[in-house]
C-alpha cells in the first residue's frame, strides 16, 4: 500500500493527492504536525521533515512534490477518468473562489 505524509494546508500536499485521485489510486495518509522540527516520525521513516513524502508498499520513501507526481506519471498510465477529475477540480475550484470574493464583499 502507498503511504502519503501531509498536511491539508499544504498545496504541494493536495497537488499530489489530487494526482493519486486523477490515478484511481488509493493510499493511506498520515497527517502530520505543522512544525517542522516536530515531525520525528516522518523523519524515522524518510530521513527528512518535509513533505509531501511518499512511502511505497517496498518501503522506499520519495519526497517532494515534483518527485512524487514525476514518479506516479512514470509508473501508472493517465486513465481516461483523469481528464474528468482535473475539470471538475477545476469547476469546484471557480465556485470556492466565486464564493470567497462574495463573502469579501459582504
Known amino acids: 500500500m502507498i503511504e502519503l505524509w501531509q498536511t491539508e494546508w499544504c498545496p504541494a500536499s493536495h497537488r499530489v493527492r489530487q494526482r493519486l485521485t486523477e490515478l484511481g489510486l488509493d493510499c493511506l495518509i498520515h497527517q ?36 512524487i507526481i ?11 477518468a483523469a481528464v474528468e477529475h482535473r475539470e471538475k477540480a477545476g469547476r469546484a475550484l471557480q465556485r470556492l473562489l466565486a464564493e470567497h470574493r462574495e463573502q469579501e464583499r459582504v
Not at 514525476?70 to 481516461?80: K, S, V
Open 32 to 67: 502530520v504536525p505543522v512544525q517542522a522540527d516536530e515531525r520525528d516520525a516522518l523523519e524515522a521513516i524518510a530521513g527528512c521533515r518535509t513533505i509531501p513524502v511518499l512511502r511505497l508498499a517496498d518501503g522506499a520513501t520519495i519526497a517532494g512534490e515534483e518527485s
Open 70 to 80: 514525476g514518479w506516479l506519471d512514470a509508473t501508472w498510465p493517465e486513465p481516461p
